[in-house]
């Protein structure tokens, strides 16, 4: 049996790695092939980088036209998303409009 850490635990150490990185004057560069994930990367970058105003002049970038396209799909979804997701529009706030994540 494989026991995996928590979510909560496991994007900790994604922003942490990140955070490093950039604070040691590196760039992260992130291969992510799969659709769902690419979304879910992106929103917990974007609330990482609200919580850091430190990290508010390091620009945020994906590369891919199919997330692009997918992101709009998601918009006309909100209902069948996560209930953080839904919580977050419910509040006025579109999470699929990003603000320090843009794309190329």
Not at 25 to 36: D, E, K, Q
């Amino acid at each position: 049996v494989q026991l995996h850490d928590s979510q909560e635990v496991r994007e900790r150490r994604f922003t942490s790695a990140v955070h490093a990185i950039i604070k040691r004057g590196g760039r992260c560069l992130i291969p992510v092939f799969a659709l769902g994930r690419s979304q879910e990367l992106l929103l917990i970058l974007d609330a990482y980088w609200r919580e850091h105003p430190e990290l508010h002049s390091v620009p945020i970038y994906y590369a891919s036209g199919v997330a692009k396209k997918c992101m709009r799909i998601y918009q006309t979804y909100i209902n069948m998303m996560n209930e953080q997701v839904r919580d977050m529009h419910a509040h006025g706030r579109n999470p699929w409009d990003f603000e320090y994540v843009k794309s190329l």
